[in-house]
């Protein structure tokens, strides 16, 4: 099992740049991804990376724009946002699992508690 804590969340101009944080407790040996919900919206896909950090997937709508990368000495897995755009705004949550790369969220078995994003124009 493992816990997930997210952190890096803020307020940011659009352009702007924010690095999210999740370290996670435990095992440190699963895929990690990075899941977003805005308001009156359902959980979308934003990014993931194998346990290993050599296989990266991204939503089409940041690709180019964030980083997903980890540090396993440090059991944290991190989301470099570059290029803000307000409609980036929503909570970002952090999420593992098991063997191979997925973008569904029902596919992630543990899930950390959110970090709020707020990008203005």
């Known amino acids: 099992q493992v816990q997930l804590v997210e952190s890096g969340g803020g307020l940011v101009q659009a352009g702007g740049s924010l690095r999210l944080s999740c370290a996670a407790s435990g095992r440190t040996n699963y895929v990690m991804g990075w899941f977003r919900q805005a308001p009156g919206l359902e959980r979308e896909f934003v990014a993931a990376i194998s346990w290993s950090g050599a296989t990266t997937y991204y939503a089409d709508s940041v690709k180019g724009r964030f980083t997903i990368s980890r540090d396993n000495a440090k059991n944290t897995v991190y989301l470099q946002m570059n290029s803000l755009k307000p409609e980036d705004t929503a909570i970002y949550y952090c999420?593992?699992?098991?063997?191979?790369?997925?973008?569904?969220?029902?596919?992630?078995?543990?899930w950390g508690q959110g970090t709020q994003v707020t990008v203005s124009s």
């Open positions: 999420a593992a699992k098991m063997n191979r790369i997925a973008t569904m969220s029902y596919e992630y078995d543990y």
